[in-house]
């Protein structure tokens, strides 16, 4: 697991947003500038979200919270397991709703809620928690497998605890391919580590 | 420490504001109507924040950020242990510019960021991690304890760990006395927690 207190050498791989309302598989992007709501233009952006069926069990549907479901991140490498347990030949950060990719991450989708990834542009993202795995980014997989069943239950499982995080701006700026990503820990424990 | 996913016998005991933008200190309430921003009205209400003194490790001065500091809770028990170790009749939760008063709860200030704290009138809060102790309340301990030489100080030592936690709002309602409140985990990892 990764420890939050420590250097990092994560890596932005890959930026990506949905501009299409219709879909959640998002789409590469040269660079991300983050506003206090999220990426501006994106399906999930804005201050506050009204709940959905995904919250059905914690709120009334239509319920307004603060949008804690801002930017969804996931790791290469955690892709990469998805892949090799389904037996197929790759899963895309886009299949995944994806808006950041990082690179260099063993256990990324672990990483406490509350930390911080502090990002060179001065950009600060807070990990809500982990993303919790539903069947749609399955069922573009089997568009993208044909003649493979089971795909889209089979994520479900291949993909608990590898899916990657939900996350919240703390801190407006840009994120670029390339960038270096620092872990801190959650808010005040932070001060000594940020510097 | 407590549990973030058990059933919780926390109570409020007492609700809280600093309508007067002068001191921190907060004044009780009959009680509290939540909005996204916070505490209409109090000194800390806002959906951003702009950094101060506190934050200097982390942010340049006039920093804009989101507002994870709106709400402040302290535990009666902690309150108690910190009196105990200074060696004072009382910590009151005025003096910490608690807004939430909570009864029953040992190792409070302990509770993992990010944890949910569920209120009667569909309020929630989010934990944002420990509120670290400065010298600020310690200053008004020593005028509520004339002749008690080095409170300020001392309290920053006594309190470490105990001095409650910082919340933001997740979702707006009523805050009353005598309310129950239930912790749930983070997010996605309360979903089947909730009901």
């Known amino acids: ?89 790759e899963v895309l950060p886009e299949w995944l709703g994806a808006n950041v990719q990082i690179d260099g991450a063993v256990g990324f989708t672990s990483l406490p809620p509350g930390s911080r990834l502090v990002f060179p542009s001065g950009a600060v993202l807070r990990v809500e928690g982990e993303n919790e795995p539903c069947v749609k980014p399955g069922r573009v997989l089997s568009q993208a497998n044909p003649g493979t069943d089971g795909l889209p239950a089979a994520f479900v499982i291949a993909s608990k605890g590898r899916r990657g995080i939900i996350a919240s701006v703390v801190r407006g700026g840009a994120i670029n391919p390339g960038d270096s990503v620092r872990v801190a820990p959650s808010l005040q424990r932070a001060a000594s580590e940020l510097g």
């Open 1 to 89: 697991m990764l420890h939050p207190m420590g250097d990092s050498d994560l890596r932005v791989e890959a930026v990506l947003a949905a501009f299409d309302s219709t879909s959640f598989v998002t789409a590469r992007q040269p660079a991300l500038q983050l506003e206090m709501g999220g990426i501006p233009g994106d399906r999930h952006f804005g201050l506050t979200r009204v709940t959905g069926g995904r919250d059905r069990a914690q709120y009334p549907p239509g319920t307004t919270l603060r949008n804690d479901r801002q930017i969804t991140i996931v790791s290469t490498r955690e892709c990469e397991a998805i892949a090799s347990a389904l037996g197929v030949p």
